[in-house]
């Protein structure tokens, strides 16, 4: 512990004098790459305490403090500040589904390049699967669902959005979804986190909250602890039978799945896009309309 806070006593200074407000894309990674550098020199500190607690002193220490660090110190206002606006019914909705669909396509892309694993969850801790109760399940879904999707939403498309809010979608979008996937610290679990940043990145600027992409998150993180738990349940039974298939049969397979799921993530974004190109359609016209009001109401005076 003596080491977190001599590493923390050294940058904290050098943190607080960096002047984020300036939205200044090199400031704001020179900031990130310090928050880094500090985790990495105690990440393994900390998970030799326990891999749990490394974990949640990542979210809570890396991602949750210094977000609300930075708004106490400019004096912005949270809801505002992260877009933590209240949202339709629909769009939960349109965030649930299009995670529901882009889960088993993100898995399918990271079992490609990795070549090992289907899944996407592989870091669990399985000391509270080992013998699996409603207890610990809630307590796995609180950890590793409910607290990274607020954490890192908080951190990833709240406040790095508000950085980033110059730059057009597009390059917003890669930005930080790159940041996002290198911050979890892993080469094989780099794909993941990259393709789910696109869609809650994309969700977020079209709601204007980032409240769909929490729920998005937590969606996306409680189906890969869904199948972790499940594999482990049925393995630890000796249920499981896998039959030997052919290798090209197998990835032929693998292809015409990932072709069925692109349409309905395709179609449900097309939805979204429209709604949204509606909306802004309907507000220029509203902002036109006042405006010859205005003029009208000016003249008339006259």
């Not at 984020?20 to 990674?29: G, H, T, Y």
């Not at 349109?94 to 990795?114: G, M, Q, R």
């Not at 992409?213 to 499981?240: D, E, P, Q, R």
């Not at 309905?264 to 902002?287: A, G, M, T």
Request: one cysteine or more; a positive charge.
């Amino acid at each position: 512990m003596g080491i977190i806070i001599e590493m923390f006593r050294i940058f904290s200074p050098l943190m607080m004098s960096l002047d984020l407000k300036k939205n200044s894309i090199f400031i704001v990674n020179l900031f990130i790459l310090i928050l880094n550098i500090i985790f990495i020199f105690i990440s393994g500190k900390l998970n030799s305490i326990n891999i749990l607690f490394g974990f949640l002193f990542y979210q809570l220490f890396f991602l949750l403090v210094p977000g609300i660090i930075y708004l106490k110190h400019y004096k912005l206002d949270l809801i505002s500040s992260i877009k933590l606006h209240m949202i339709s019914l629909d769009m939960v909705l349109y965030s649930i589904t299009v995670v529901i669909f882009a889960y088993p396509l993100i898995a399918i892309i990271n079992y490609i390049f990795n070549k090992e694993t289907i899944l996407i969850w592989q870091n669990i801790s399985y000391e509270f699967i080992q013998n699996i109760s409603i207890g610990s399940c809630l307590i796995i879904i609180l950890i590793y669902a409910v607290i990274p999707a607020i954490c890192e939403e908080f951190f990833f498309r709240g406040i790095l959005s508000k950085l980033f809010r110059k730059y057009n979608l597009l390059p917003r979008i890669l930005v930080i979804s790159l940041i996002f996937a290198i911050m979890h610290y892993s080469l094989k679990n780099f794909i993941g986190p990259f393709l789910l940043s696109v869609f809650l990145v994309y969700i977020c600027d079209r709601s204007d909250s980032i409240i769909p992409a929490i729920i998005g998150h937590f969606v996306y993180n409680f189906m890969g602890l869904s199948v972790v738990l499940l594999f482990y349940k049925l393995n630890s039974t000796n249920v499981v039978y896998m039959p030997k298939i052919d290798l090209q049969v197998f990835s032929f397979l693998i292809i015409i799945i990932a072709i069925l799921l692109v349409y309905p993530v395709y179609k449900i974004i097309d939805i979204i896009e429209s709604k949204h190109r509606l909306k802004v359609r309907i507000r220029e016209n509203s902002d036109e309309i006042s405006g010859q009001i205005s003029i009208l109401d000016y003249y008339g005076k006259k």
